[in-house]
């Protein structure tokens, strides 16, 4: 019988470099919203101007940060986007916390 082992070392660098990941892309996203939103204007056009099957790679591993991306490029009212953003921005570093690195299981 086939068994697979769970929580191995390789296992613990791949969330955690995942998770650094993201957080690095979150702090790069709120340092852009404080100090240059013209940058988040020239990441999503950037994003916009890339081969239609490069575009869907780059949604498919970034997703909420391309999707933050669009709802900050929406008209939506100020208060809107920076809930949605906030939103999706701790739910993301929730979500790719690793479980390990506070002693609970996956």
Known sequence: MLTVSRGG?????????????????????AYA????QGSLDATWAWIGELPLI???????LFLPVVAALWVWETGWPLV???????GLAIATIYA???????GQAA
């Not at 919203?33 to 240059?36: F, G, I, K, N, R």
């Not at 916390?97 to 506070?102: A, D, K």
């Open 80 to 86: 809107a986007r920076l809930a949605v953003v906030a």
């Open 96 to 102: 790719f916390l690793p479980r390990w690195l506070l």
């Open 9 to 29: 070392s390789m296992d613990h660098v791949i969330s955690l470099v995942a998770f650094g990941v993201f957080v690095g892309l979150w702090a790069g996203f």
């Open 33 to 36: 919203l404080v100090a240059s």
């Open 54 to 60: 490069v575009q869907v790679v780059v949604w498919l």
